[in-house]
């Protein structure tokens, strides 16, 4: 989490209001974030029963929910699953933080070889798995009202990627 606070520093500073996790468990995650800027105010979204364990946390509201039927207004959302997220966030000033994989093979970088060992995981998993490239993510953010997006190394094996409508 440090890395994804540190890369996307830019992101989170010119963002105002509210950034949700969703999916976001116990709400450690959007915990640090929120402690590491404090103008932020977040939301832990999850399901009923995880959400009744989630400690508190300062400037943290705790959300009970089901991301596959709505996901509560944001200006931010940092998750994995792009289902629903278009309709929770404004068009103009919306968008959505994937922390994820993203395959390079053309690209010099440092985690180039252990990304495609986690491609061969994906593929040993299920018959047509495989870790997406940015060609892939492209298509899939266009397929779910996204029509801009970045991709942000940081320095680790998952990149950040920061989609808009």
């Not at 508190?56 to 705790?62: E, I, K, L, P, S």
Request: aromatic share 10%; charged share 20%; net charge neutral.
């Amino acid at each position: 989490m440090d890395a994804v606070i540190s890369s996307y520093r830019n992101g989170f500073l010119t963002s105002k209001g509210n950034v949700a996790d969703v999916g976001g468990g116990m709400g450690v995650g959007i915990s640090e974030i929120v402690k590491a800027y404090p103008h932020l105010k977040g939301i832990n979204f999850d399901l009923p029963h995880v959400i009744s364990a989630a400690p508190t946390y300062d400037g943290v509201t705790h959300v009970a929910g089901d991301m596959f039927n709505a996901i509560p207004p944001t200006e931010m959302i940092f998750m994995k699953i792009l289902k629903n997220c278009r309709k929770a966030i404004p068009k103009e000033t919306g968008k959505v933080i994937i922390v994820e994989i993203v395959q390079h093979p053309t690209d010099d970088y440092p985690f180039n070889y252990p990304r495609l060992t986690f491609d061969l995981v994906m593929f040993a998993l299920f018959p047509c798995g495989r870790e997406g490239s940015e060609n892939d993510w492209k298509k899939l953010l266009g397929e779910s009202g996204f029509c801009r997006y970045n991709i942000i190394k940081m320095p680790a094996l998952m990149l950040i990627v920061e989609a808009f409508p």
